[in-house]
T-cell receptor, first 115, second 114 residues
Framework: AQKITQTQPGMFVQEKEAVTLDCTYD???????LFWYKQPSSGEMIFLIY??????QNATEGRYSLNFQKARKSANLVISASQLGDSAMYFC????????????FGTGTLLAVQP | NAGVTQTPKFRVLKTGQSMTLLCAQD?????MYWYRQDPGMGLRLIHY???????AKGEVPDGYNVSRLKKQNFLLGLESAAPSQTSVYFC?????????????FGPGTRLTVL
């Protein structure tokens, strides 16, 4: 069965430092996609970054990068130069292969950025 | 564009009451999804639709029904609400284009069943 695991319930980071949020996945499908979403205290889900299973390079979007290690089945999110506004819940998700494009979510990591 | 909207934003029900949550999107997306979010469990898929007139069960469909009569709308119904259905409900939509991968989420509906 496909599964997403986020082992860090909570993380602290100092402002302006980098932080890595862990995500491991399990799937037997060769075609899949990995996503990171941010959920601030206001509750909305904000898309951050996407990595396809066949993408050769790690995805980057501004201060966000995805450290994709296919053999280890990990897709860690790296946030560089943390800002106070980065304090939020972060979810890793995997899109199943096939036509339905369903997402399977991890349980999330609560990040707190300290001044 | 409003994106994905959800109605209502908050609702309190008594056990046994029924209600319908409305999701609307103005992006002409084919795929639409209903998730529930509970503390410590992430988001779980309730039902989804791959096009107008189609629906399918997700991970936790029991106690819910859905309809997709119009492409832009996806309705989630609770026929007889139970306290276990207290949750935050998110609707999402996605294009069928391979160029656009992410699901776009609505703002959520916070439902409390007493």
């Amino acid at each position: 069965a496909q599964k997403i695991t986020q082992t860090q319930p909570g993380m602290f980071v100092q402002e302006k430092e980098a932080v890595t949020l862990d995500c491991t996945y399990d799937t037997s499908d060769p075609s899949y996609g990995l996503f990171w979403y941010k959920q601030p205290s206001s509750g909305e889900m904000i898309f951050l970054i996407y990595q396809g299973s066949y993408d050769q390079q790690n995805a980057t979007e501004g201060r966000y990068s995805l450290n994709f290690q296919k053999a280890r089945k990990s897709a860690n999110l790296v946030i560089s130069a943390s800002q106070l506004g980065d304090s939020a819940m972060y979810f890793c998700a995997m899109r199943e292969g096939g036509a339905t494009n369903k997402l399977i979510f991890g349980t999330g990591t609560l990040l707190a950025v300290q001044p | 564009n409003a994106g994905v909207t959800q109605t209502p934003k908050f609702r309190v029900l008594k056990t046994g009451q029924s209600m319908t949550l409305l999701c609307a999107q103005d992006m002409n997306h084919e795929y639409m999804y209903w998730y529930r979010q509970d503390p410590g469990m992430g988001l779980r898929l309730i039902h989804y639709s791959v096009g107008e007139g189609t629906t399918a069960k997700g991970e936790v469909p029991d106690g819910y029904n859905v309809s997709r009569l119009k492409k832009q709308n996806f309705l989630l119904g609770l026929e007889s609400a139970a306290p276990s259905q207290t949750s935050v409900y998110f609707c999402a939509s996605r294009s069928d284009s391979f160029s656009y991968n992410e699901q776009f989420f609505g703002p959520g509906t916070r439902l409390t069943v007493l």
